[in-house]
C-alpha cells in the first residue's frame, strides 16, 4: 500500500451521474485503465438513494420527491435510503484495486473509514469507525458508507454529514407514521450528528474536503495527486448514466 | 401476498411470498443489508423456491446457498432469514 493515488477536483453532479462516474472509475480501474482514485463530490439537485437490495415502493415517497424536485436513484451499493442534501452533504468516493485493501470486508471498511476518522480528527473532532460501515462522533453516526467489489476492484462510497436537513429526511423516506413523531425525531437526534451540530459552527465544503483528503492518504498510505477524468472515463459515465435515470434500474426490487 | 419485516443485528430484512401447499412457490428479498457478491441474492431468492415453509428445511437451504456461492453478509446470518421467512409465511 504505497505510491501515488489519483485524487479528482470536487464535482456537483445530478445522482444518475455521479453514480455512473463511481460505476465507471470501478470498472476501468478493474480494467486497469484508470488508476486508484479518491474523489469528493456533491448532489445537485438533493437526491434519495437507495440501496441496491430496496424496493423503492416500500423505502421512498415518490409523490414528496417529485414536490421538492428531489432525484430518486439506486445504488449499486447494499445499505439503507439516504437523504442527500445539496446543502449538507459532502460524499466521497475511493476506488482501488482490491489488492489495496483488507480481503475481509469488515477490516477493508475500517481501512477506508479510517481517512474519514483522521479528517475528522483534523477538523477538531474524535471520530471513531463503528462496523459495519459508520463513523461515529460522541457515539453518534456522522457518516455512514457502503462498499462493493466487482471484477477485482473495489468502490466504497459515503457519506460526511455537514449540516443535513432531518425534517426532510423524515419526509422523504417510508418511516411507519407512527414513528414520525416529535418524540422519534428527537432520539433520531440522539443516534445522529453532523459536523455543524459538533463543531458548533458550519465549516465550507471546501473545509472539509481539505481535511479529507488528508486523512485518506494518512489513513491509505499513498500519495494523492491531482488529476481530472478522462476522456474515455467521461464517454462511459456519460452512457451509464442512462442506466441509473431509466425507471427499469430504479425499480429493479 | 404474504410480507413481514425483520431486523437482523445489521439490516432488515423485507420478504414476500406466496405459498403453494406449505411451499414457497415464488419469494422476493429486500432490505437495507448488505451481501457480497450483490448477484448472490437472486441466487438465494432461487434457493428458496419450492422449499418447504419450516425451520429445518428452510435453514438447510439458506446454509446451501452461502456453501455453494460463498456469498458474504456482515453481521447478517442464515438464521435471520430463516426467521424473517417464517414471520412472513406465519402472517
Same mark, same amino acid.
Given at each position: 500500500?504505497?505510491?501515488?493515488?489519483?485524487?479528482? +477536483?470536487?464535482?456537483?453532479?445530478?445522482?444518475?451521474?455521479?453514480?455512473?462516474?463511481?460505476?465507471?472509475?470501478?470498472?476501468?480501474?478493474?480494467?486497469?485503465?484508470?488508476?486508484?482514485? @479518491?474523489?469528493?463530490?456533491?448532489?445537485?439537485?438533493?437526491?434519495?438513494?437507495?440501496?441496491?437490495?430496496?424496493?423503492?415502493?416500500?423505502?421512498?415517497?415518490?409523490?414528496?420527491?417529485? $414536490?421538492?424536485?428531489?432525484?430518486?436513484?439506486?445504488?449499486?451499493? *447494499?445499505?439503507?435510503? @439516504?437523504?442527500?442534501?445539496?446543502?449538507?452533504? #459532502?460524499?466521497?468516493?475511493?476506488?482501488?484495486?482490491?489488492?489495496?485493501?483488507?480481503?475481509?470486508?469488515?477490516?477493508?471498511?475500517?481501512?477506508?473509514?479510517?481517512?474519514?476518522?483522521?479528517?475528522?480528527?483534523?477538523?477538531?473532532?474524535?471520530?471513531?469507525?463503528?462496523?459495519?460501515?459508520?463513523?461515529?462522533?460522541?457515539?453518534?453516526?456522522?457518516?455512514?458508507?457502503?462498499?462493493?467489489?466487482?471484477? *477485482?476492484?473495489?468502490?466504497?462510497?459515503?457519506?460526511?454529514?455537514?449540516?443535513?436537513?432531518?425534517?426532510?429526511?423524515?419526509?422523504? #423516506?417510508? !418511516?411507519?407514521?407512527?414513528?414520525?413523531?416529535?418524540?422519534?425525531?428527537?432520539?433520531?437526534?440522539?443516534?445522529?450528528?453532523?459536523?455543524?451540530?459538533?463543531?458548533?459552527?458550519?465549516?465550507?465544503? %471546501?473545509?472539509?474536503?481539505?481535511?479529507?483528503?488528508?486523512?485518506?492518504?494518512?489513513?491509505?498510505?499513498?500519495?494523492? !495527486?491531482?488529476?481530472?477524468?478522462?476522456?474515455?472515463?467521461?464517454?462511459?459515465?456519460?452512457?451509464?448514466?442512462? $442506466?441509473?435515470?431509466?425507471?427499469?434500474?430504479?425499480?429493479?426490487? | 401476498?404474504?410480507?413481514?419485516?425483520?431486523?437482523? +443485528?445489521?439490516? @432488515?430484512?423485507?420478504?414476500?411470498? %406466496?405459498?403453494?401447499?406449505?411451499?414457497?412457490?415464488?419469494?422476493?428479498?429486500?432490505?437495507?443489508?448488505?451481501?457480497? +457478491?450483490?448477484?448472490?441474492?437472486?441466487?438465494?431468492?432461487?434457493?428458496?423456491? *419450492?422449499?418447504?415453509?419450516?425451520?429445518?428445511?428452510?435453514?438447510?437451504?439458506?446454509?446451501?446457498?452461502?456453501?455453494?456461492?460463498?456469498?458474504?453478509?456482515?453481521?447478517?446470518?442464515?438464521?435471520?432469514?430463516?426467521?424473517?421467512?417464517?414471520?412472513?409465511? *406465519?402472517?
Amino acid at each position: 500500500m504505497a505510491g501515488e493515488w489519483r485524487m479528482l +477536483p470536487m464535482r456537483i453532479d445530478d445522482a444518475f451521474m455521479s453514480m455512473a462516474i463511481d460505476e465507471t472509475l470501478l470498472k476501468l480501474n478493474a480494467e486497469g485503465k484508470t488508476p486508484n482514485t @479518491v474523489r469528493f463530490w456533491r448532489w445537485l439537485p438533493s437526491a434519495v438513494s437507495i440501496g441496491c437490495f430496496q424496493s423503492v415502493e416500500r423505502e421512498v415517497d415518490l409523490g414528496v420527491a417529485k $414536490k421538492y424536485g428531489v432525484d430518486v436513484v439506486r445504488r449499486i451499493t *447494499g445499505g439503507g435510503a @439516504v437523504f442527500h442534501d445539496h446543502d449538507g452533504e #459532502l460524499t466521497y468516493s475511493v476506488v482501488c484495486k482490491q489488492g489495496e485493501v483488507p480481503d475481509d470486508i469488515i477490516e477493508s471498511y475500517k481501512l477506508i473509514c479510517g481517512g474519514l476518522v483522521r479528517g475528522f480528527a483534523q477538523l477538531g473532532l474524535r471520530a471513531e469507525f463503528k462496523p459495519v460501515n459508520d463513523v461515529q462522533v460522541n457515539g453518534k453516526k456522522i457518516s455512514g458508507s457502503a462498499q462493493t467489489r466487482r471484477w *477485482g476492484s473495489v468502490l466504497q462510497h459515503g457519506t460526511v454529514l455537514i449540516s443535513p436537513e432531518v425534517r426532510r429526511m423524515f419526509e422523504l #423516506l417510508k !418511516v411507519s407514521p407512527e414513528k414520525i413523531s416529535d418524540k422519534f425525531i428527537t432520539s433520531v437526534f440522539e443516534r445522529v450528528t453532523t459536523v455543524e451540530r459538533e463543531l458548533g459552527r458550519k465549516p465550507s465544503f %471546501e473545509e472539509v474536503r481539505a481535511a479529507m483528503v488528508g486523512g485518506f492518504a494518512d489513513a491509505l498510505g499513498v500519495e494523492l !495527486v491531482e488529476g481530472e477524468l478522462s476522456r474515455e472515463e467521461f464517454e462511459l459515465a456519460a452512457e451509464l448514466r442512462s $442506466k441509473y435515470a431509466s425507471q427499469e434500474w430504479l425499480r429493479k426490487r | 401476498m404474504r410480507y413481514a419485516e425483520f431486523k437482523a +443485528p445489521k439490516g @432488515v430484512i423485507k420478504v414476500e411470498l %406466496e405459498l403453494t401447499d406449505d411451499a414457497i412457490s415464488r419469494i422476493s428479498l429486500s432490505g437495507d443489508f448488505f451481501m457480497y +457478491p450483490e448477484d448472490a441474492l437472486e441466487r438465494l431468492e432461487q434457493a428458496l423456491a *419450492g422449499v418447504k415453509a419450516e425451520r429445518e428445511s428452510l435453514l438447510a437451504a439458506v446454509q446451501g446457498f452461502y456453501s455453494s456461492t460463498g456469498a458474504q453478509t456482515p453481521m447478517v446470518g442464515p438464521e435471520h432469514w430463516v426467521e424473517a421467512i417464517l414471520r412472513a409465511a *406465519g402472517g
